[in-house]
């Protein structure tokens, strides 16, 4: 994987968040947790227009960029225009509320004044290692790409594939001339491509691409998911899509803020509604495990990583939460993950996975431990529920028992020192 430092835009749902950069480049898909289990290594997409070579909708001189949530939505729009051709592509990226499926919605608008034979190709590489190799099966609508334990299936919705290359993509994907006789193949990294046909001055195309990540399955099983998924009506689910996320955003607006009277105040009202939008996305539904960040670094060149939850910087996103009417989920933090992960002797180490594993650490942080008992302090204060402080009790005594040591024997290392 490639150095990759910055998420620049996020959708997802529950179980399933997938990071893009505001050229509309997936970098990030996880599932079924937000810290741990990442399958893209690099998903490539491009167009061949008449004679030319292979146009990267996320790099082209000649491509320009304008990006935007939908108002209020997880829902992303990514605007590629490129100005030789003059073809506008309106990328729409949002994960289905109830599937672990990404859709990827191009719109592809012909601005200018000749025809353009458009073809779409994707060139996809899974992460693997020795232990978990990649292997790639072409189907009519895409390819279905795998290891021991999980598949990636790529596929259009109503629109056959007319190339692919399993094996060799990397020498060919720049001229577009992608040709396999094979269907299936052992490599981590395959292409395909759909041929839309001519697009006529003034006039549009659409194709609906999805992604499905799951477990790995026996052959029929696997394609009868993706038939399913073809099945489900896209435009019905990217209105649903909308309206729960805006009616999301209305019920936890817990400031009450009104619309914004001018440029400065707007900024900040887009800021507070995106920080509302987004704590679902980083908070394991099961366990109340609250990431830090999407991943940014999984190569350790710049720091330590940041997927994974720090029960310190989850401590404070929790008391956002809140304010912004979130109490559940801040309950759930404390009474499931927080008790998951509280050693026998009343500390929490450094940082765990959402799921209360022990994750990677480099050593003890006392404030790690010490902002858990102010943290279920604070939403008392919040919401009076003497419940709610009577099954943290015994919790916060441990912890309390644990910092007086750790404090006397800090001490007394000062004191001999």
């Not at 079924?32 to 146009?55: A, C, E, M, W």
Request: glycine share 4%; charged share 30%; with cysteine.
């Amino acid at each position: 994987m490639s150095d990759k430092y910055l998420n620049e835009a996020i959708v997802g749902n529950k179980n399933m968040i997938a990071t893009l950069t505001y050229k509309g480049e997936l970098e990030r898909l996880y599932f079924p947790s937000k810290d741990n289990r990442q399958y893209i290594n690099f998903f490539h997409t491009g167009v061949k227009l008449n004679q030319s070579d292979l146009i990267y909708l996320h790099d082209d001189i000649n491509n320009r960029y304008k990006q935007y949530y939908d108002t209020d939505t997880n829902v992303l729009n990514t605007e590629v225009t490129n100005t030789y051709f003059n073809l506008k592509i309106v990328q729409t990226d949002f994960v289905l509320l109830k599937e672990n499926v990404l859709v990827r919605r191009y719109e592809f608008i012909n601005e200018g004044k000749i025809d353009l034979d458009t073809k779409f190709y994707i060139h996809s590489e899974l992460l693997s290692d020795r232990n978990n190799h990649v292997s790639c099966k072409v189907i009519d609508n895409g390819m279905v790409q795998y290891a021991h334990d999980f598949t990636v299936s790529t596929f259009a919705k109503g629109a056959k594939i007319s190339k692919h290359q399993i094996n060799g993509s990397y020498d060919t994907i720049k001229t577009g001339e992608i040709h396999d006789k094979d269907y299936i193949g052992m490599s981590k990294d395959s292409s395909i491509c759909y041929d839309l046909g001519t697009i006529n001055p003034q006039a549009k195309k659409v194709l609906e691409i999805c992604i499905l990540v799951d477990e790995n399955r026996n052959v029929s099983e696997m394609e009868d998911e993706i038939d399913r998924i073809t099945k489900i009506d896209l435009n019905k689910e990217y209105t649903s899509t909308k309206s729960y996320w805006r009616k999301y955003l209305k019920a936890h607006n817990g400031l009450n803020l009104k619309e914004p009277q001018n440029s400065y105040e707007e900024r900040i009202f887009e800021i507070y509604k995106r920080s509302i939008l987004l704590f679902p996305l980083l908070t394991n539904p099961e366990t109340g495990g609250i990431i830090a960040s999407p991943e940014i670094d999984e190569d350790f060149t710049k720091c330590g990583r940041y997927a994974y939850c720090w029960p310190r910087d989850a401590v404070f996103v929790t008391k956002a939460m809140d304010i912004v009417k979130m109490g559940k989920e801040t309950e759930k933090f404390y009474k499931v993950f927080c008790k998951k992960t509280q050693s026998k002797n009343g500390m929490w180490e450094q940082r765990f996975f959402t799921d209360g594993k022990l994750a990677p650490c480099w050593g003890y942080q006392v404030d790690e431990t010490a902002s858990v008992v102010y943290g279920v302090y604070e939403h008392y204060k919040v919401t009076k529920s003497e419940k709610f402080l009577k099954d943290n009790l015994r919790m916060c005594e441990k912890a309390i028992d644990f910092l007086k040591k750790y404090i006397k024997d800090w001490i007394g290392v000062e004191r001999y020192r």
